[in-house]
């Protein structure tokens, strides 16, 4: 509804008439304990101080908030009257919601209910803006304003998990927050049929359309591409130009891309700004979406011969609607399935027998459910309507160190990409029996970084190593020590409290020993609050930018009503003083405070957790 307006938003030339400017608006995740969490989220709504309410987004979109912990994705390229906006409304429509939870390995469908204990319906956000920050878009000429409005979706402070009954409930109360910049660095995928190119500028222009979308055009970009973007174009990898050229030369309106860029605030005149999407990879053609395949995303368990058996898994059909699989699936490979490996040029020569034990993939193939109930995905590749493929996602392990010499490293592995060890059968991986507890990884030229010694919790990123040819078990692309993985700190009070916190001043805070629980969990790790004396002192993050432009970074503290029925009314606040001004008069005997979650990065060593957001429930 948007493509006339904003063909080309990136460069911000249209034919939008002054008295409108563009909204990018993006979806993200506070990461929770869900294998899945999907609920559509119906609209969104912006209240100016001339325009009053427009409607910003009205397309209905599936999410899988659960799919959001490592990116964020463009929600709509919007076109809004230029005024400066106060407030933000968002409805999430949970009545046929899938959200599941772990259960000894096994993701597990919940029941999902209001704070009545009823089923549940449509939930609406209020947001308040942070007065300092608040959305605005100039009049200019040709629309040339625009703004960022980055929203997030709080899992752990928006439901309250119960396991002890069966299935598992979830009780539901929806904590978002939304500001003129993420209070993350997470790339943002940007989906959409190609419209055109232009490779001596360097960039290309889609349609947007989100996640799964087969049908809604949320308006148009144009990605800036540059000599280190990676592109993978119906299986086939480039780098720089080359990569855009051949993307230029498949078919416009039916080549569906989807680009992981960065965002970058920028100025169009003396008082307008606006921003530039710059691509990392971009994944195109027939090894992102075709006509005549279905995807399937999970993480390979077991493989026995050519047979994949992948947990966690979600079905992605080509008409835009997809379906999570509490149980395991079937992904069937072939000698002619094309193997990818998603932002790497160094992975040469991959083959179907590239896929081993522990890989996180996307595959494309031709999906059935025979009598067994199974769900299968055929990928071998085998016709000419079945363009098997496979693409290898760099995969997260989380383990203890056992010894570090580069170029090796061996590990007394936990997780891999948050299921336990336990799940994965690694027969076949190799020669001989891979070890958890001596799991090796090639680390190849990285540095170890310093102080990582025996004992030390480790994350690495990679691929493992082709099926049967282990050692090494993996092949790392980062390894990160303890600083530099993103933590959440996590506390609760059953019942509520009115001294939720021991200090708080502009420099920060410290959680008052009144607390019912709380944990600090860096990636798959857990630390018991309880077992720090005293409680971390909470510092804000420090805004990311350039002088003069929005920033590229913005931490977020917000404060959030539960009260009201099947309503959430949340405040925004960019600066940590103005947050913790409005802190005494917010939580009071009326409206206690019950969740405090924090994320950012946690320092043990002076047990500092240095907060990006942090979202307090009352």
């Known amino acids: 509804m948007f493509a006339a307006a904003l063909i080309a938003a990136g460069c911000h030339k249209n034919n939008l008439t002054s008295g409108y400017g563009i909204g990018w608006v993006t979806l993200s995740d506070t990461p929770g304990d869900f294998t899945s969490y999907i609920v559509n989220v119906n609209s969104l709504t912006l209240t100016g101080k001339a325009a009053g309410v427009v409607t910003a987004v009205g397309a209905i979109e599936p999410v899988d908030f659960a799919k959001l912990r490592n990116f964020s994705e463009l929600w709509s390229a919007a076109s809004i009257p230029n005024d400066t906006y106060t407030s933000a409304s968002i409805i999430l429509d949970y009545t046929n919601a899938n959200i599941s939870v772990m259960v000894n390995g096994v993701p597990t469908k919940a029941k999902v209910v209001d704070t009545t204990g009823a089923a549940v319906t449509t939930q609406t956000v209020n947001i308040t803006f942070d007065p300092a920050n608040q959305p605005v878009v100039l009049p200019t000429l040709q629309s040339a304003s625009a703004i960022r409005l980055a929203i997030d979706l709080n899992l752990p402070a928006s439901n309250v998990t119960d396991m002890t009954t069966s299935p ?14 993420a209070p993350d660095t997470k790339p943002v995928r940007v989906r959409g049929p190609l419209i055109n190119s232009s490779v001596n500028v360097g960039t290309y222009t889609v349609y947007v359309r989100p996640f799964f979308d087969a049908v809604n055009t949320l308006g148009s970009l144009s990605m800036f591409n540059d000599a280190s973007t990676v592109f993978t174009v119906s299986g086939t990898t ?11 030369q498949t078919s416009a309106g039916s080549t569906v891309t989807a680009a992981f860029t960065t965002y970058q605030p920028t100025a169009t005149n003396a008082s307008v700004t606006a921003g530039k999407f710059n691509s990392i990879y971009v994944v195109a053609g027939s090894t992102l979406e075709d006509f005549y395949t279905q995807g399937l995303e999970g993480d390979v368990i077991a493989r026995s011969g050519n047979t994949l058996t992948v947990r966690g898994s979600t079905l992605q059909f080509n008409n835009g609607t997809r379906q999570y699989n509490e149980a395991d699936a079937v992904v069937l490979l ?9 932002d790497n040029t160094t992975l040469t020569g991959l083959n ?9 993939i996307i595959a494309r193939g031709l999906y059935s459910l025979p009598a067994s109930g199974v769900v299968t995905l055929d990928a071998t590749g085998a016709s000419s309507t079945n363009t098997g493929s496979v693409r290898l996602v760099s995969t997260e392990l989380f383990g203890s160190v056992v010894s570090a010499a580069a170029p090796s490293l061996v ?5 891999i990409e948050n299921w336990p060890v336990s799940v994965y059968n690694f027969a076949g991986n190799g ?71 021991a200090t708080a001043t502009s420099a920060g805070l410290t959680i008052n020993a009144n607390y019912t629980s709380g944990v600090i969990r860096v990636g798959s790790e857990s630390i018991d609050l309880t077992s720090l004396a005293p409680t971390p002192q909470i510092v804000p993050a420090t805004p990311i930018g350039d002088p003069g432009l929005p920033a590229k970074f913005m931490p977020a503290f917000a404060i959030g009503n539960l009260s009201a029925a099947n309503t959430t009314s949340i405040t925004v606040f960019n600066t940590f003083g103005a947050f913790v001004a409005r802190l005494p008069t917010s939580i009071v005997a009326a409206t206690p405070a019950f969740h405090f979650v924090a994320t950012g990065v946690y320092n043990r060593g002076n047990n500092t957790f240095t907060a990006s957001s942090i979202d307090v429930v009352n």
């Not at 009780?171 to 003129?180: C, E, L, R």
């Open 431 to 501: 020669s001989a029996a891979v070890s958890p507890a001596a799991y090796s990884v090639n680390t190849g030229s990285l540095a170890i970084p310093a102080g990582l010694v025996a004992g030390s919790p480790v994350w690495i990123d990679g691929v493992g190593a082709p099926f049967g040819s282990a050692p090494p078990d993996f092949n790392a692309f980062a390894i990160n020590a303890e600083l530099s993985v993103p933590a959440s700190l996590q506390v609760d009070w059953t019942g509520g409290t009115t001294a939720p916190f």
């Open 238 to 248: 480039y780098v720089g130009t080359p990569g855009l050229t051949a993307l230029s």
């Open 334 to 342: 072939g000698p002619a399935t094309i193997v990818t490996a998603d």
């Open 168 to 181: 598992p409930t979830v009780t539901i109360k929806p904590f978002m927050t939304a500001a003129t910049s």
């Open 411 to 415: 590990l007394n592995l936990q997780t």
């Open 352 to 360: 179907y027998n590239s896929v081993a034990v522990g890989q996180h």
